[in-house]
């Protein structure tokens, strides 16, 4: 299978032609089944994104833009004045679910802009624009993965040795499976292919990514169908492995950058950054700017997302593997501290420290 074959097999959240439902593929049950699911209620919509069934926060954003459009698509009143507030009650709501991933807040906070930005126009026609943004929303993320992933191919070109395969660690899914289409982190390699690199040319270390396993069930299934040399590795791996001398590079997602540059990702990352910085190794992140939330300081102001106890104790085991009442410490998500940040890739350029000038230099938040 080709590249683009398997991009077109794996493709995340689009809404049905008919535009009755949202039609997906359920990321928990990958490896094993490739399964396209349908979504339309407000209930459906907001467990598919809290029980991760849409995942990575640019997909999150494609998810909840196109779940708010297919919502408000149904309310019945005919002017704005009673529109707006149960448009309003549906994007709170959905907006409760997950509280990490800015793409969510802020795919929601478009849409809530293109409906105040119309309020003089007929219902029936802010419906319609809510749909057209939501499109807009999904292909400008496929545009700006391409241009993270073509950033990132630069990187792995200064890398490349005749005859050597190029080493890159990689943590969770920050793949196809987390965008429209590329993802971020795996961008680099996905344009590699398509620039004509044999999948030989490079050699992917994916950590499994305990407790929920992206980097086993979904990065890893991503790149070895592509045709890129994969490695799955344990977690507490990831150390033994940079210190053999097999990682020349590391590319991580993420789902919210504060605005001095530090990165909150999924758990586990920021332990791969640090060590990192000790063997040496250089450690980026592939950032979309809808991810930079410039209101957020320092990652300490970052909320992390705490999940139930069932996922470490007994998720993937025919028994339980804890003893019954333990109490089990679950956040999805750590917090890379700037300092450990090599560069931060962003569509509209690399960033590097101090990461808030970088930032201010190209734009962003603005």
């Known amino acids: 299978m080709t590249v683009e074959e398997f991009f077109d097999k794996v493709i995340t959240v689009r809404m ?17 089944t490739i399964k396209r699911i349908r979504i339309s209620t407000k209930e459906e919509i907001w467990e598919a994104i809290k029980k991760l069934k849409v995942r990575g926060a640019p997909a999150i954003g494609a998810a909840a833009a196109y779940g708010i459009a297919l919502l408000s698509s149904r309310i019945t009143a005919d002017r704005y004045e009673t529109f707006y507030p149960e448009f309003k009650e549906l994007k709170d709501y959905l907006a409760s679910s997950r509280p990490t991933a800015v793409n969510l807040f802020w795919a929601l906070n478009r849409m809530d802009r293109t409906v105040a930005a119309n309020q003089e126009k007929d219902v029936a026609e802010i419906k319609e624009l809510l749909f057209q943004e939501a499109d807009a929303i999904r292909e400008e993320d496929v545009q700006i993965s391409r241009v993270i992933g073509e950033i990132g191919f630069g990187l792995l070109e200064e890398l490349k040795q005749e005859g050597k395969e190029i080493g890159i660690m990689t943590h969770c899914n920050a793949g196809t499976l987390a965008t429209a289409k590329y993802g971020t982190a795996t961008a680099p390699m996905y344009i590699a292919l398509e620039k004509g690199w044999p999948g030989t040319a490079m050699h992917v270390y994916c950590d499994e990514t305990r407790p929920l396993l992206q980097g086993a069930r979904l990065t890893s299934f991503e790149l070895y169908n592509a045709g890129i040399t ?98 089990v410490y ?26 808030d000038k970088a930032f201010e230099i190209l734009g962003i938040g603005k």
């Not at 049905?16 to 094993?32: C, F, M, V, Y």
């Not at 679950?330 to 101090?354: Q, R, Y």
């Open 330 to 355: 679950n956040p999805a998500f750590d917090v890379t501290d700037h300092s450990l940040i090599t560069g931060i890739i962003t569509e509209k350029g690399m960033c590097h420290a101090p990461f």
């Open 16 to 32: 049905k032609e008919d535009r009755s439902a949202l039609d997906i593929i359920d990321q928990t049950l990958l490896p094993g």
């Open 230 to 327: 994969t490695t799955l590795q344990c977690d507490n791996m990831a150390s033994i492995l940079m210190q053999s001398g097999k990682i020349d590079i590391i590319f991580v997602g993420c789902d919210r950058v504060a605005m001095n540059g530090d990165s909150a990702n999924k758990i586990g990352t920021s332990g791969v950054a640090i060590l990192a910085k000790h063997y040496g190794i250089p450690f980026y992140v592939c950032a979309p700017t809808s991810t930079i939330d410039m209101d957020t300081p320092t990652g300490k102001e970052i909320p992390i997302e705490m999940r139930s106890p069932d996922e470490v104790t007994q998720m993937w085991y025919k028994e339980r593997m804890a003893p019954e009442g333990i109490h």
